[in-house]
Every structure is written in structure tokens, then in C-alpha cells.
């Protein structure tokens, strides 16, 4: 006993320190464990205080505006604007106060938006002159409004250079402007041009396509209005040779053509019924005797079929068609129709050196033919009455006679009429 008790004193020694020494490891690992557990409890209140204050925070900014007495305003439909009547007030479809004249004037020019050069400054005096001489009440442009890629903001200096300061600061043309987008608008951000209404009460400009209805007074005592139905499309949607080009591609990327064409059919069968007149504004030639890779590849507003199916039977009532795109002046007929080319408005296809062909127009098939072909440029001016519509192209030379002039009866006579 006596020689065993060291050496079990010395194992039980040994034992005692090995189960110390376990147990520290165990104390040791719960106190990870209690650590661990404590860091995510931490980390997980964190993250809820952040969410809380992102959900917070924009419900108290939202409060406090609205006890300033803060509105929200209405979101806009951007690719769906309904079809305008006479008495309804919606976002994209304008009704003009009517008047008592017994005549509708205005001006329709396009592809003109050069900061004044290239003559732009000179057909901007013979509108003005020509709006004084004719009370003319707006000007419809027909795209192509600021060269070479349109605006990239509501605040883009290019809007003052290019419309405000030559027509309204220098020429005094202040008349409402009922604009469009063209090619090279689409280069730009769309929606600038929308948004730069803010800047002038000049520049109506409600969405990228939109309708206006026009009044005037057929008796000229107040007593009996006629109305005119003018349809502004964005014609660049229904153009599969812009869809391939980069720089207006993402303008148009993934926009569905059909939804404007069924609202283009809304809109005309609206006009049929109860105006005296329809016009369609489109920035694209629908018959052109211009030859060039973004006219002669246009499907679906070409001198093709497709441009008979897409209008359906409204297209009878259209009394005519504006554009721009070719920078010269014209008067074609097509499907008994007048087209009317107004691309005048600065710089000219043969002063950029452009080699497109031109070439008298006839289809057969459409009844097409060109009446009237110039590289000039001017402006295209119209005033219609209750029983006709008068059509002239002038240049600008304010004391030269027009360059031509067209005389249209009355079609139709349903619709208008309405007091």
C-alpha cells in the first residue's frame, strides 16, 4: 500500500489535470457558442433597424409633404393616349378653345432645328409673316426639331438655341407649336422634348403621339362651329431601319407598334364622326418621290399595302397627310389623299450632300403621283373654311408669290357642327 499510494497519487494528479483540462475546453467552446449567438442577435437587430428606417423614412418625407399642403401629381400613360372628343379633358388628347373666326390658319414646317444656320433664321420671318398676313392660330412641326441627336434633357440648352430663341425671342412667332418627334429627335431622350413644355407655354408638346381638335366658326357670329381633327403620330416605332440603327434604337427598342396603330384607328374614326376634317402629322413621307435607305424601307407607312391595312377604311376620311424627314418641299396624291412633304425648314438635301434620287411618283396600283417637287425652303401654309381647304408652299422671299397652291372641296359632311 505504502509503495502504491505515490503512484496513485500521482495518476489521480494526472487525471485531475486532464479533466481540468477538458473542462476548460468545453467552458471554452460555450463561451464561443454564447459569443457566436450574441454577434448574430447583434447583426440581425442592426439589419432590422436599417429596414425599418428605408421603410421609415420615405413614409415620413411622404407625410410631411403632404401636411405643406403637397400634391401628387397624375401619372402619365406614355404610349397609350386616349382618343380626344370635344368635351372631354384628358392627358393627351388637346381641345383649343374655340373662336369666333370663320376660318382655321396655321403653318406646318419640319427638320429645321440648326441653333438659326443654314437658313433657318430666314424661314422663320416668312412664317412670321405669313401668320400676320393669315391670323394663323399655330404651327404644326413635323419632327426632326433639334439636329443632330435632340435633346438629352427638359433643360437642354439646344431647346432655346433651336426653337425658342429664333422663332419666339427673335421672330416673335408667338403662336402655339404642336410638335412630333423625328429620327433624329429619337437619338436623344424622347420624353425631354415632352418635358421641356414646362419652359413655354408655346411648346405643346402633351405626350410622343397625342391628338388635337382644332374649332373655328363657320357662321362667323358664334352660332355654328366646325371642328378639325389633327393626329400627331411618332412614326419612327412602325421603322425597322431605325431599330437596327444604335443611335435611335434604345429609343424605340421593345415598343410595341401595334398599340399606337390600333390608337391611330381610334383616333380617325373619332375625326370621321364628328369633325369636319382629319389630318394625320406623321414625320415619315407615306408616298414620297424621295428614294433613300429610311424611306424606301419604311413597311408599314410606304407605298405598300400594309399602309392601306393599317389605316383600315378610316383612311377615306383623311383629307391629308403632313411630313417632313426629306428635306425639300412636295404635294403628292396617293389613294386619294394629298401628302404634303414640308422638310424645308433649314438645312436642304442638296446642301448636305445627300445622294438621294428623286423621281416622279407613280403607283398604279395606289393611284400615286407627285404634283409638285422642290429643293426649296419654306414652309407649307394651310386655312381651311367650311366648304374648302387651301394648301401653299412658300419660300423666303416674304414678296415672291407662293411656290404652289392647291384648292381642296370639302369631302364630307358629316360630324362638326357642333356649338
Not at 446642301?351 to 429643293?375: C, I, K, V, W
Not at 381647304?389 to 357642333?418: E, H
Amino acid at each position: 500500500v505504502l509503495r502504491a499510494a505515490p503512484a496513485a497519487r500521482s495518476w489521480w494528479a494526472r487525471s485531475r489535470s486532464w479533466l481540468d483540462a477538458r473542462g476548460d475546453a468545453r467552458l471554452c467552446r460555450g463561451r464561443q457558442r454564447d459569443m457566436t449567438w450574441s454577434s448574430q442577435i447583434r447583426g440581425r437587430r442592426s439589419l432590422l433597424v436599417v429596414l425599418g428606417l428605408v421603410v421609415a423614412l420615405p413614409v415620413l418625407v411622404m407625410t410631411l409633404k403632404l401636411a405643406a399642403g403637397w400634391t401628387p401629381e397624375p401619372r402619365r400613360a406614355l404610349l397609350t393616349p386616349p382618343v380626344m372628343g370635344p368635351r372631354e379633358s384628358l392627358s393627351h388628347g388637346l381641345r383649343v378653345v374655340p373662336t369666333c373666326a370663320s376660318s382655321l390658319s396655321f403653318i406646318v414646317v419640319g427638320d429645321f432645328g440648326r441653333g438659326g444656320e443654314w437658313g433657318q433664321t430666314e424661314v422663320a420671318e416668312a412664317m412670321k409673316v405669313w401668320a400676320d398676313e393669315h391670323d394663323a392660330r399655330f404651327v404644326i412641326s413635323v419632327g426632326d426639331n433639334f439636329y443632330n441627336a435632340g435633346l438629352e434633357s427638359a433643360d437642354d440648352p439646344q431647346f432655346f438655341t433651336s426653337w425658342h430663341d429664333v422663332y419666339v425671342r427673335d421672330t416673335d412667332l408667338t403662336i402655339p407649336w404642336y410638335p412630333i418627334m423625328g429620327n433624329h429627335d429619337e437619338r436623344g431622350l424622347p420624353m425631354s422634348q415632352v418635358d421641356a413644355s414646362k419652359h413655354s407655354q408655346l411648346w405643346r408638346f402633351p405626350a410622343l403621339y397625342y391628338n388635337v381638335t382644332h374649332y373655328f366658326d363657320t357662321g362667323g357670329r358664334c352660332e355654328r362651329r366646325e371642328c378639325v381633327h389633327v393626329v400627331h403620330m411618332r412614326s419612327t416605332e412602325f421603322n425597322e431601319y431605325y431599330r437596327r440603327e444604335k443611335a435611335v434604337s434604345r429609343s424605340i427598342w421593345g415598343v410595341d407598334s401595334s398599340v399606337q396603330e390600333k390608337w391611330v384607328k381610334a383616333a380617325l374614326q373619332w375625326g370621321k364622326q364628328n369633325c369636319a376634317y382629319t389630318f394625320v402629322v406623321s414625320h415619315h413621307p407615306m408616298f414620297t418621290s424621295r428614294r433613300s435607305p429610311s424611306t424606301a424601307k419604311f413597311p408599314t407607312y410606304g407605298p405598300q399595302k400594309p399602309y392601306r391595312r393599317t389605316f383600315g377604311s378610316s383612311w377615306s376620311t383623311v383629307d391629308a397627310v403632313f411630313a417632313g424627314h426629306a428635306h425639300f418641299l412636295e404635294h403628292a396624291t396617293a389613294i386619294g389623299t394629298d401628302h404634303f412633304v414640308s422638310g424645308g425648314g433649314s438645312q436642304l438635301d442638296v446642301e448636305r450632300g445627300a445622294a438621294h434620287r428623286f423621281r416622279n411618283l407613280t403607283l398604279e396600283e395606289d393611284d400615286a403621283s407627285t404634283e409638285f417637287a422642290a429643293q426649296a425652303r419654306g414652309f407649307l401654309g394651310v386655312t381651311v373654311e367650311e366648304d374648302r381647304v387651301s394648301y401653299g408652299f412658300w419660300g423666303t422671299d416674304t414678296a415672291a408669290p407662293p411656290l404652289y397652291t392647291l384648292s381642296r372641296r370639302r369631302r364630307r359632311r358629316g360630324g362638326g357642327g357642333a356649338a
